[in-house]
């Protein structure tokens, strides 16, 4: 069965802090992995889109990375207005173009 | 900067009750879709719609759901004889035709909350 799992479920980190979140798919067939930010109560609002292994995206203090298995969302020196759920997901051959969703990653990052 | 509009933000129905949830999407895109997220779980692909008909649906979307592109600008979900367990975020979602057929991403809504009593 495709899966894309996400980890941790939830990050605290201190204003500056930085880390990595991680998205790890089984999907045969990738055809295109999926970041999101997800502030409570609102819809899932684009970030990134990763086609191929190596690929490297970037805007402002996130940096989206992707492997043939994994995909790590990097946070430098991150801001309190970046708390949020970070959200994961992934098109694949045969899926036509639904989505795949991770569970989610919930950043809190404390000033 | 363009955004997908949903409307409600918030229906509460009894159980039984017919109930249609509304979405305005991206002016050029020409893929919808229907996302539905439970409270505490991931959110779940319902259906996929191109071209005025249903590209892809999930186990999910059985005969009590339908979708519709009414005019050029709505789309369209309705569910028939709600039950408690339809409680959840509905999401819309819209994404341009790709240079390479699609895989564009996909643009939210805010979504609409759904209450079934």
């Known amino acids: 069965e495709d899966q894309v799992t996400q980890s941790p479920e939830a990050l605290r980190l201190q204003e500056g802090e930085s880390s990595s979140l991680n998205c790890s798919y089984t999907?045969?067939?990738?055809?295109?992995l999926f970041w999101y930010r997800q502030d409570p109560g609102k819809g899932p609002e684009f970030l990134f889109t990763?086609?191929?292994a190596g690929e490297e995206k970037e805007k402002e203090r996130l940096k989206a990375t992707l492997t043939k298995k994994e995909s790590f969302l990097h946070i430098t020196a991150p801001k309190p207005e970046d708390s949020a759920t970070y959200l994961c997901a992934v098109q694949f051959s045969g899926g036509y173009n639904k989505l795949i969703f991770g569970a989610g990653t919930r950043l809190a990052v404390h000033p | 900067e363009p955004e997908v509009t949903q409307t409600p933000s918030h229906q509460v129905t009894q159980m039984g009750q017919e109930v249609i949830l509304r979405c305005v999407p991206i002016?050029?895109?020409?893929?919808f879709y229907w996302y539905r997220q439970i409270l505490g779980q991931k959110v779940e692909f319902l259906v996929s719609f191109y071209n005025n008909e249903i590209s892809e649906k999930s186990e999910i979307f059985d005969d009590q759901f339908s979708v519709e592109r009414p005019d050029g600008s709505n789309f369209t979900l309705k569910i028939r004889s709600t039950k408690l367990e339809d409680s959840a975020m509905y999401f819309c979602a819209s994404s341009e035709f790709g240079a390479s057929g699609s895989y564009q991403p996909q643009h939210f809504g805010d979504g609409t909350r759904l209450s079934i009593l």
């Open positions: 990763l086609y191929s």
């Open positions: 999907v045969s067939g990738l055809r295109g």
């Open positions: 002016s050029n895109h020409l893929y």
